[in-house]
């Protein structure tokens, strides 16, 4: 079936690098798409998103790039902190449906 | 923290209990979600309620019944469950449904089934 899943389970980075976490989406009519985190013990948290008529959009410390030809989403995290450690998760939209399909998440843990 | 919240925010329950969750959301939103989140799966949306009318049912065994009195509050209520069920229940709500607006979820109850 289609679905979004995400290419590494695990993300180990140094502080002060820049953290790549990618997905695979398979449904072509998905134009939505949410980056959200996770920490231990709390709920998903929205960090950005973006719409298919865009391929990358930036927000503080993030940007999400999407690239359509291929189905894939990132998040880069600049200049990756201690708290950015945590389960980040992508989610898609189907054009016309209202939920969302989330990713099974990507674990992210940032050394000092 | 967030303006969703939860109670019991962890439940251990056996199999012949009855038990409910709880959410609550002070964002003054008209859409409300129950979802599971298991270990090493994605999040999966059981149930979605849009100005108090259940939307959506996501072939839901009948042991979780939701309720939903007004839009600030939602229920989840949890009888005879088996020990597959024990998960993390979150609960998230979104300005509407049915058009692309953020979920903001809450903490979420831990539940274990024994």
């Known amino acids: 079936g289609e679905s979004v899943g995400l290419h590494l389970p695990t993300l180990s980075v140094q502080e002060g690098d820049n953290s790549i976490i990618n997905c695979a989406y398979s449904?072509?009519?998905?134009?939505?798409f949410i980056w959200y985190k996770q920490e231990s013990g709390k709920g998903p948290q929205f960090i950005i998103d973006?719409?298919?008529?865009?391929d990358k959009r930036q927000g503080q410390r993030v940007t999400v790039l999407l690239n359509k030809t291929v189905k894939h989403l990132s998040l880069q995290i600049a200049a990756t902190q201690p708290g950015d450690s945590a389960v980040y998760f992508c989610?898609?939209?189907?054009?016309?449906?209202?939920?969302?399909?989330f990713g099974k998440g990507t674990m992210l843990l940032v050394s000092p | 923290e967030t303006g969703v919240t939860q109670t019991p925010r962890h439940l251990v329950m056996g199999m012949t209990n009855k038990k409910s969750l709880k959410c609550e959301q002070h964002?003054?939103?008209?859409?409300m979600y129950w979802y599971k989140q298991s270990a090493k799966k994605p999040l999966e949306l059981m149930f979605v309620?849009?100005?108090?009318?259940?939307?959506e049912n996501n072939s839901v065994p009948s042991r979780f019944s939701p309720e939903c009195p007004n839009s600030s509050h939602l229920f989840l209520h949890l009888h005879t469950l088996q020990p597959e069920d024990s998960a993390l229940y979150l609960c998230?709500?979104?300005?509407?449904?049915?058009?692309?607006?953020?979920?903001?979820f809450g903490p979420g109850t831990r539940l274990t089934v024994t």
């Open positions: 309620y849009s100005l108090e009318e259940r939307v």
């Open positions: 449904n072509s009519a998905s134009d939505y």
């Open positions: 998230a709500s979104s300005q509407e449904w049915g058009r692309r607006s953020e979920q903001y």
């Open positions: 989610a898609e939209n189907i054009s016309g449906y209202s939920t969302l399909t």
């Open positions: 973006i719409r298919s008529n865009m």
């Open positions: 964002l003054g939103h008209n859409a």
